[in-house]
Each structure stands twice: as C-alpha cells, then as structure tokens.
C-alpha cells in the first residue's frame, strides 16, 4: 500500500560512481571516488549509459541519512559530503560536481555518488581542474535551500506586495499561522539553471496565483483542501513543486542562470508568494553551511527547532500527485477555499 504522505525528506539526482571514469591520467581505468585518491588533470568520461537516481536524503540531529523512500543506497546509512570537484572540457566551461560517500555502520564505504551541479554529456574529455573538500557543504546548501526567484512578490504584514529582491531583515512579512513575523535573514544566489535543477515555473493563475510563481524544484507549497481530492486523508498538505510538472502550466525553465533569494524566519513559516502559500527556509544539516555563521550564533536557540511544525508530516507522496489534473484538483480545492 502507497503512503499519501512523505516523511520530510529531500532528494537529489545522483549518479554511481562507475558513470565517471579515468580515460587518461594517473588514475585511469578507475572510477569516480573520494578526494583524497584524486589526482588532478586526470580526464574523465561521463558513462553513455549513466541514468540519474534520486537518493533521498534526512536530517536527524547531527547526521545526514539515506531517506527511507530512497530508489538507491541502504535506508538508515549515513551520507558524508565529501568534496566539490570542478571539471572543465575542451571548449573551457567548468562543471561541479559534488561527491556523496554512503557509510555502514562501522564507518566503512557503502558507495560513493558523484551529483553533478550542471548537465554532463557523453563523449567529453572532462578534465579535474579542481578539489575543494572545505566548500562541499556551502555549494550542497546552495542547491538544498529552497529559493524564490528574483521578482517574486512577497505579500508584507500591511498587505502591499513586494519583490522579494527588495526585502530587509527586519521587514515584517504576513505568515498563515503567526500573523506578521520580522525578517531575520535574506540570502541570495545565482546559480545555473540547467537540468533537474532548473527552476519551475506555476503560471499565472495555475494555482490562483496572481503572476508566474518562479521556484526551486523543491519548494513546497501549502495547499487547503476543502475537499480531499488527492486522497491524502489531511486537509493541509505540502506539495513539492517539481511534483506538480505538466510541461504545460506547470513546467521546468531550463537554460542559463537564475538569481535566486531564501527568506529565514525564527521558525519555519508558511507566507504568500504571488498569492500562493509557500514555504521558507527551513534550517537542517543540509542548508545550515549557506548560512553566515554569526547568524547561526544568534539564532542558536531557535534553530534546533526549525522543523517543529505539524505541516512538514503532510508532504504529499510523488505517488498521489503523478496525474496530469494534480495542478487543476489543487486549484479547485483553493478556489472553493476562497469562495466559500
């Protein structure tokens, strides 16, 4: 039987590490591993064969799990990020590529995933230009945190609408279960827009949206069902935005790059972008490093319990929302919301 409702997990699309080979160099013939076996200019060929798997990802106190939803690696194991590789092919682009260790419980390697921060082609010699096993964190941050694109209007305390790009901390902003909440934070970044990690655009009225809501794969948005249309047995559920893809008013915008924002709250907070309820940053062992570390500091007492809220255990299952009519069932049940 298929659960309606996902733990709080996240997962990414990696790769083993068999799909990255040394084709020349002091390492070839060998596969994709940890940074201290690495040897720079060591050139690599991405697998013709190598298709992505989603490695679900929990954060349980200290430690970073394979998710139980998990479609590769043991359940329960622990994940190390071990470094962020750059590569670079003939024609001079660079490409990151973050390396994930899995570990059983004597400490010993399981597997090592290779997570590609941007489209990698068959046939290519990719050249190991670099090895930066301190920064591995910040860039997975980066790419955990969910963003808000550059433009998105944030409905305030007062109710005036506002581009998220000109928001302070400090600023008041409304929040569907505490009212007007401050500001504490804003981060910002750009990051390539390519892949499964390209934006998702809801167009203007998909969801009663006021204009194009631009988002992370993995923002979540916070829907009432009057009705429970989806058959998730709770009326308030959290739906991850890449699970709602139609390619028609729901679609992923590929190509380029994207200037994204996170908003940071005292507590994990649901608030209005273009009129849709969507969540904030949550804090975690996977997006605390995109964090200024002073802020951390200051923060200290509140963030342990960033996750607190009944909302996050009624993420609905990818299962229940793999219909092309999931946008149109989400959007009626809001839609009787406000009419009623």
Partial sequence: MISAIAKPAASVPVYRAR??????GANEGDELS??????PDDVYWFAKSAEPIRLSME????RILVGADTTIGAPGADLHLDSCLTFMSPDGR???VLVLVETDAQGDVNQVYGLPLATL???VDYTLVGIDSHNA??????????SFMRGTRITMASGAQKPIEALNPGDR???RDDGAQEIRWIGQSTVRAVGDFAPIVIKAGTLNNLGDLVVSPDHRLFVYQREDRLGTGHKEVLVRARHLLNG???VQQDGGFVEYYQILFDSHQIIYAEGIAAETLLVDNRTRAALPPELEQTLAANLPHQGDIAQLRHEVAPALLDRPDAADLLRGASLRLRQG
């Fill in 34 to 39: 940890f940074a201290h076996e690495l040897v």
């Fill in 248 to 250: 028609d008013t729901i």
């Fill in 94 to 96: 660079t490409t990151e």
């Fill in 137 to 146: 964190q910040r860039r997975f941050a980066e790419v955990a945190c969910v």
């Fill in 19 to 24: 799909d990255f080979l040394v084709m020349h």
């Fill in 121 to 123: 082609s068959h046939g």
């Fill in 173 to 175: 902003v409304l929040t």
């Fill in 59 to 62: 954060s349980v106190g200290e």
